[in-house]
């Protein structure tokens, strides 16, 4: 969770004034968090009160509390937001990816992670493609995680997943500097620069300095990266320091309920 909101403020900036200078400072006054941030925690928040709230209401109501935030939403999701009887209107675009990550962490097994990648994409992404980036990035974080591999074989596992999802996916060429909301633009891409990452921030800066939807594809490598490198404690101090005291504690009680579900 904390991947993807790293790679959403450090590519906040370059969304429509693309960089390609790896060496970009991760960090500056000008970034912020984004829709992509706002969804994440909504997921997470929909996790930790599943008794009170679903993955819609929460997308809704953590939508309605920031409805401006920088960059925008798409406009289908930001009319969806409005609307007084939201309804799923197809949707293939790569926010059904770039907000599935907690639930990656969340749940024990796979079938219970894939279940809920595809609950919490169809409120709006309920095409085919959409719900395939969502449950890819999250099979894809589920399998890299900690508890469920050995630490030296990561590329083997990440490859194995997403050629489940997109086959020969590491021979698709991608233009850098194209702005594409689309899973399948944006996922496979995501997964090829990750499998050329040496750290979390190696991967972060990959995905920023490649181009394009900038904070997306930073939030969908970060999610991903996360499982795979420990996070440089810097790194999220800075972060979180450009986070509003609700998304932050939010995001805090997530991780403590999260410790308190691996004891029991």
Not at 43 to 65: C, F, H, P, T
Not at 154 to 167: C, D, E, F, G, H
Not at 208 to 232: C, K, N, Q, R, Y
Request: overall charge negative; glycine content about 8%; some cysteine.
């Amino acid at each position: 969770m904390i991947g993807a909101i790293i790679g959403d403020i450090a590519g906040s900036r370059f969304e429509f004034n693309n960089t390609n200078d790896y060496n970009f400072e991760l960090f500056t006054d000008a970034c912020s968090f984004t829709d992509d941030t706002i969804c994440t925690v909504a997921i997470g928040y929909a996790l930790v009160n599943s008794n009170e709230m679903d993955y819609k209401d929460s997308l809704r109501s953590w939508g309605g509390l920031f409805p401006n935030p920088m960059g925008a939403y798409g406009g289908s999701f930001g009319a969806w937001l409005r609307s007084d009887n939201p309804q799923p209107y197809n949707s293939f675009g790569n926010g059904s990816a770039m907000r599935v990550s907690p639930i990656a962490w969340w749940f024990d097994t796979l079938d219970e992670v894939l279940y809920h990648a595809e609950l919490s994409a169809l409120p709006t992404h309920n095409h085919p493609e959409g719900i395939k980036g969502a449950k890819s990035v999250a099979h894809a974080i589920f399998a890299l995680s900690s508890r469920n591999r050995e630490k030296d074989d990561w590329k083997s596992i990440l490859r194995n997943v997403a050629n489940q999802y997109y086959p020969n996916f590491e021979k698709q060429k991608f233009v850098r500097g194209r702005f594409d909301e689309t899973c399948m633009g944006t996922v496979p891409l995501a997964f090829q620069l990750v499998l050329k990452s040496t750290s979390f921030e190696d991967a972060i800066r990959r995905a920023i300095s490649f181009g394009g939807d900038s904070d997306t594809l930073g939030a969908i490598v970060g999610s991903i990266a996360e499982a795979i490198w420990e996070i440089p404690l810097a790194i999220t101090n800075a972060a979180t320091c450009f986070l509003p005291e609700i998304i932050e504690s939010n995001v805090a009680d997530f991780y403590k309920h999260l410790c308190e579900r691996r004891k029991l």
